[in-house]
T-cell receptor
């Protein structure tokens, strides 16, 4: 089992460029999540998908879109990157109620 | 609304000392889950423990122990005889049933623990 995988690991964008962060899990989990981590602020939820076919906004959704492609994959898109989106992005998945979330290794994104 | 507070931003101890990381939470849910995660310098997030709101038993796992007290809304984490490898950022997190089936996590801001040799 690879668990939760994310690509790319690092990315540098110029302001206004777009990109998609990919996430996949092989644990047959229903729920998937995207978080961003900024210094001193812990992790903040961007978007989540409770199950295949559904997506909802989290705490900080502005500037992002998501797609739950199938049960395994959940992508995060930045349509027009801004320096404020410089952060580390984590994808996570969870199986049942109350279960712990399993995190991917993260993507370090810098927007110049 | 849910909130998790980790008031200790940074803690520094000398190896073999015991250290307690504090976590205080707020929720209106009567059923909820509490978690601790570790983030070592390599950056990944490692799950340590989960507790549900109906189980106030303290738990010990090797050098780690957790003290869950509903009366004070606290879920503190103690490392006994700390080691340099314990140096990491530790996050406390909360998930309540009011968040629906997705069970989103609300994280505290983390405590940076540095264990000096």
């Amino acid at each position: 089992n690879a668990g939760v995988t994310q690509t790319p690991k690092f990315q540098v964008l110029k302001t206004g460029q777009s990109m998609t962060l990919q996430c996949a899990q092989d644990m047959n989990h229903n729920s998937m999540y995207w978080y961003r981590q900024d210094p001193g602020m812990g992790l903040r939820l961007i978007y989540y998908s409770a199950s295949e076919g559904t997506t909802d906004k989290g705490e900080v959704p502005n500037g992002y879109n998501v797609s739950r492609l199938n049960k395994r994959e959940f992508s995060l898109r930045l349509e027009s990157a801004a320096p404020s989106q410089t952060s580390v992005y984590f994808c996570a998945s969870r199986f049942g109620q109350g279960g712990e979330q399993y995190f991917g290794p993260g993507t370090r994104l810098t927007v110049t | 609304a849910q909130k998790v507070t980790q008031a200790q931003t940074e803690i520094s101890v000398v190896e073999k000392e015991d250290v307690t990381l504090d976590c205080v939470y707020e929720t209106r849910d009567t059923t909820y889950y509490l978690f601790w995660y570790k983030q070592p310098p390599s950056g990944e997030l490692v799950f340590l423990i989960r507790r549900n709101s109906f189980d106030e038993q303290n738990e010990i796992s090797g050098r780690y122990s957790w003290n869950f007290q509903k009366s004070t809304s606290s879920f503190n984490f103690t490392i006994t005889a700390s080691q340099v490898v314990d140096s990491a950022v530790y996050f406390c997190a909360l998930s309540g049933v009011s968040s629906g089936s997705a069970r989103q996590l609300t994280f505290g801001s983390g405590t940076q623990l540095t264990v000096l040799p």
